[in-house]
């Protein structure tokens, strides 16, 4: 069974930078594409980014496209989110989840983890 536990989620300052991390566990990482998805208060749950099962290939929203990237590191188990220039709109619970190919939806996906919160203050 798949687990995901993210973590690095707080509140930072409009400009600001934050990076969250995901620890995968329980099937073998490489063989799952990585995505991150985001939901704010009376939301509906928004993509936000995918990496391929290599790490070779990555999709961002337009909405954080230029602003915020995806990384992984296969040997650890782990994937990155890395957040620059956040905007007070990118509050939300972030959530990574895993998918067996690759998916820009989130129904696509197969396990999700528990959220870690980020708050953005003007």
């Known amino acids: 069974q798949v687990q995901l536990v993210e973590s690095g989620g707080g509140l930072v300052q409009a400009g600001g930078s934050l990076r969250l991390s995901c620890q995968f566990s329980?099937?073998?990482?490489?063989?799952?594409?990585m995505g991150w998805f985001r939901q704010a208060p009376g939301k509906e749950r928004e993509f936000v980014g995918v990496?391929?099962?290599?790490?070779?290939?990555?999709s961002y929203a337009d909405s954080v496209k230029g602003r915020f990237t995806i990384s992984r590191d296969n040997a650890n188990n782990m994937v990155y989110l890395w957040m620059n220039s956040l905007k007070t709109e990118d509050t939300a619970v972030y959530y990574c989840?895993?998918?067996?190919?690759?998916?820009?939806?989130?129904?696509?996906?197969?396990?999700w983890g528990q959220g870690t919160q980020v708050t953005v203050s003007s």
């Open positions: 990496i391929s099962r290599t790490g070779g290939s990555t």
């Open positions: 989840a895993a998918a067996v190919g690759w998916a820009l939806r989130g129904d696509d996906y197969h396990y």
């Open positions: 329980g099937r073998t990482f490489s063989s799952y594409a």
